[in-house]
């Protein structure tokens, strides 16, 4: 189905509980959606998109670095077809020959005919994946978070705007903005229902160094100081990653920018790696950061994230006002304010990870493009501050950082071999570029 340019203004983010809105324009003709990054999060968007779509979209094509991972997918999505057979059925259609892997498979799935594309690859690949998709012409479901860098942060700005030239919707894996009671309780609170917003914490403490692969590394016997290895075990490296700061807690700093409404104006934090993690097999990753925002007026954020084994669990983001404090949580499902307004979210909680797909099918169904890439750039900048802050070890304004640090992780040329690792960070010596 081709997707028609459409209206300029920006529309006003309405959901849709149910499927079978979409379900009549899929028996006539379906979207295309390729996905690119075919392993955890990868299936799992496919999955969410299936559930959202009512019948409206069909897999046609799938890109991988590594070929074995394609194979990951494949029987995944057989897997699925039979647990959910109405949800998949004619959904699949992936011949050999739309099955793309190395290191210029995203380019040949952008060169299929495909409406949609689903990215989810390790971060690093984020711009060059983006541009190369946003010059097609392809509209984008994109994880997070946004890049590593403030470097590649620049750049995707500017596919943003190209984006924006094409009319393309670009929606982002910050699941909280989909949430509605996320929605209802940040619109309270900017209603003045906490008074005037004095400060703000945010917390994304986790149990576990890493998720994937259900948390043991890829091929461990391999040299970790090759490329392949970096790439395949990703969340454990900085270059790759953006570090857990980045990768992890860039859910709760993007709901503390929304709320705010700004940027900060200055970082000063501290972290570091706790001494029993090997270096470099399990990589060059901090385990913990803490993180003082400054956002101007008085209004400070404190910022804690952390990924220790065997630690404690707590994630949750907190504004405190003059007249009370905005409690949020997705994972317990906490939205409500203490204080002198009380007041407790009791409507619908659909899925945000179903949502944000719900989301842009309805943009492109109904012809009105959003493009959501800079929100998730910005709140990614704000992580990247505050990780930088917590390797050198010391305080910085946000806006040197946005605009003039030349830091850049990408390395200058993409192919399999050595690749070297410094050793992890240490404040005090590590310096600000
Ligand atoms: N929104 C969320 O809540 C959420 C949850 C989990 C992960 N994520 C994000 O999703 C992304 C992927 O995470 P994951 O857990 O699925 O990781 P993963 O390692 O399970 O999957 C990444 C896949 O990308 C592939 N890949 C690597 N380099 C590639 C390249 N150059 N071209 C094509 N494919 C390439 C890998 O081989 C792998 O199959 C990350 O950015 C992560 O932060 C988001």
């Not at 003082?292 to 994230?305: E, I, N, P, T």
Request: glycine share 8%; charged share 30%.
């Amino acid at each position: 189905m081709s997707i028609m340019a459409a209206a300029a203004a920006a529309p006003k983010i309405a959901f849709s509980d149910a499927p079978e809105k979409f379900a009549e324009v899929g028996a006539k003709s379906r979207l295309k959606v390729g996905l690119i990054g075919c392993s955890g999060r990868g299936m799992g968007a496919v999955d969410n998109m299936m559930e959202a779509a009512g019948g409206a979209v069909k897999i046609v094509a799938i890109a991988d670095l590594f070929a074995d991972r394609l194979e990951v997918a494949r029987k995944f999505f057989e897997k699925r077809t039979r647990q959910y057979p109405e949800r998949y059925k004619d959904a699949i259609d992936i011949p050999p020959e739309r099955a793309f892997f190395g290191w210029d498979a995203y380019k040949k799935l952008i060169a299929e005919d495909v409406d949609i594309v689903i990215h989810a690859t390790p971060p690093v690949f984020r711009p060059l994946h983006i541009r190369a998709a946003v010059e097609a012409g392809k509209h984008m479901f994109v994880e997070k978070p946004a890049c590593v860098d403030p470097v590649q942060a620049r750049q995707l700005m500017e596919i943003a705007d190209m984006a924006d030239k094409k009319s393309l919707t670009i929606i982002p894996g910050i699941q909280r903005r989909f949430s509605p009671a996320y929605q209802e309780s940040i619109k309270r609170m900017q209603d003045g229902q906490i008074g005037e917003i004095v400060g703000a914490q945010a917390y994304w403490l986790n149990p576990r160094f890493f998720i994937q692969n259900k948390g043991e590394l890829y091929v461990p016997e391999m040299d970790p100081e090759e490329m392949e290895y970096q790439i395949r075990n990703w969340f454990v490296f900085a270059w790759t990653s953006g570090d857990c700061y980045v990768e992890q807690h860039v859910h709760n700093l993007d709901v503390i920018r929304w709320g705010l409404g700004r940027d900060p104006v200055e970082v000063n934090g501290i972290g570091g790696r706790r001494w029993d993690i090997e270096f470099p097999k399990m990589g060059d990753r901090f385990s913990h950061f803490g993180v003082d925002y400054d956002f101007g007026g008085g209004v400070r954020c404190a910022s804690y994230s952390r990924r220790e084994q065997k630690s404690k669990d707590y994630v949750m983001e907190r504004f405190i006002g003059t007249k009370g404090v905005l409690e949020l949580d997705l994972g317990s499902a906490t939205n409500r304010i203490i204080g002198q307004k009380p007041w407790e979210y009791k409507g619908p909680r659909p899925e945000p990870i179903v949502q944000e797909h719900r989301f842009l099918l309805d943009c492109l169904l109904n012809n009105k493009p959003v493009n959501m890439l800079r929100d998730m750039i910005d709140s990614t900048l704000i992580a990247i501050a505050g990780r930088e802050s917590c390797y050198c070890g010391r305080n910085f304004k946000y806006a040197w950082l946005k605009n003039r640090s030349k830091l850049s992780l990408e390395p200058k040329e993409w192919k399999f071999g050595k690749k070297p690792i410094e050793g992890v960070r240490l404040p005090g010596i590590y310096k600000l570029v």
